[in-house]
């Protein structure tokens, strides 16, 4: 079964940055859709970004374009999510999760397989 594990959270000052990783074992990321989703408290999770199988495209919710920006490195198998101009209304839990079904990347909670336990990011000074 494909885990994924998150890391790179925090607290960090507004305008600060932070780069979130997921990684896997036992299968090879690129071979999925993966997306990066946030909750915070008392609303539903969101997602923030996603990429396509083999880097064929990527989304951005509007709050964070320009701001972040999500890549793949294949030798280690790992997606990360880089963060920039943190702002407060970042502050959630982070998730990333993995799409089997798709070749490309989606916004749609339901559409996603396997999650990671969430790494916490809070913005704040």
């Known amino acids: 079964q494909l885990q994924l594990v998150e890391s790179g959270g925090g607290l960090v000052q507004p305008g600060g940055s932070l780069r979130l990783s997921c990684a896997a074992s036992?299968?090879?990321?690129?071979?999925?859709?993966i997306g990066w989703f946030r909750q915070a408290p008392g609303k539903e999770r969101e997602a923030v970004s996603c990429?396509?199988?083999?880097?064929?495209?990527?989304y951005y919710v509007p709050s964070v374009k320009g701001r972040f920006a999500i890549t793949r490195d294949n030798v280690k198998n790992t997606v990360y999510l880089e963060m920039n101009s943190l702002k407060p209304e970042d502050s959630a839990v982070y998730y990333c999760a993995a799409a089997t079904r798709l070749l490309y990347c989606s916004a749609s909670v339901s559409e996603y397989d396997y999650w990671g336990q969430g790494t916490q990011v809070t913005v704040s000074s």
């Open positions: 990429i396509s199988v083999g880097d064929g495209g990527s």
């Open positions: 036992g299968y090879t990321l690129d071979d999925y859709a």
